[in-house]
């Protein structure tokens, strides 16, 4: 069984269009995070959720929102898609301030 | 905020060579994690050091954490083409009231056979 799942693994779109990534744990973990992987290979954090709770909001654009219907999920919906957001992104999990366990990464290309 | 620098940012070696890769933390950390990332892959976790001057070994990788946790490195002795990729160091802080994980920029490592 896979631990942490992303879908789509890869996301091909227009400038200007809005799109969803998903991204789902069977850990049980209480933590979920969004990194952003540019063509340097930087991990950047973007986001974490804890318990359902924002604890991490990096200064990323607002056009980027994290929804968490449970504990299980973080979704990543991106508004108003620009040349620049194109890049991998990971969703990670972990139980506290343990180890994080990644997805395979969805990789965004916005033409 | 907590910056931290990983270098070299690249590095080839020849297969049977030793690698190292250093980590430095602007702030002193509550712990540290070192993950590798194949080719095409995603980041997987090695390990993670907690005590200050702690020393972790798995078979050929040994990781050092300093005395004043702010800095760490990754040691591959007599690295094998099953090495390659990127390691990431990742340092942990609670200080700021919530637990935030800084990741390195990473250290791309090359073996030639």
């Known amino acids: 069984d896979t631990a942490v799942s992303q879908t789509p693994k890869y996301l091909v779109t227009q400038m200007g269009n809005d799109k969803s990534i998903k991204c789902e744990q069977n850990l049980g973990h209480d933590t979920m995070y969004w990194y952003k992987q540019d063509s340097k290979k930087f991990l950047k954090i973007m986001f974490s959720y804890n318990n359902k709770e924002l604890i991490i909001n990096e200064t990323v654009p607002n056009r980027f929102s994290p929804k968490s219907p449970d504990k299980a999920h973080l979704n990543l919906h991106i508004n108003s898609l620009e040349l620049g957001d194109s890049a991998v992104y990971f969703c990670?999990?972990?139980?506290?301030?343990?180890?994080?366990?990644f997805g395979p990464g969805t990789r965004l290309t916005v033409l | 905020g907590q910056q931290v620098m990983q270098i070299p940012q690249y590095q080839h070696v020849q297969e049977g060579e030793d690698f190292t890769t250093y980590c430095n933390s602007s702030t002193t950390l509550s712990n540290i994690q070192w993950y590798k990332q194949r080719p095409g892959g995603h980041p997987v976790f090695l390990i993670q050091l907690v005590k200050s001057g702690e020393v972790k070994k798995q078979k050929r990788l040994t990781f050092q954490f300093g005395e004043a946790k702010k800095n760490s490195s990754l040691h591959i002795t007599a690295t094998q083409t099953t090495d390659v990729g990127t390691y990431f160091c990742?340092?942990?802080?609670?200080?700021?009231?919530?637990?935030?994980?800084?990741f390195g920029k990473g250290t791309k490592l090359s073996v030639i056979p």
């Open positions: 990670a999990s972990s139980h506290t301030t343990n180890e994080q366990f």
């Open positions: 990742a340092g942990g802080d609670s200080g700021a009231g919530s637990y935030q994980l800084t």
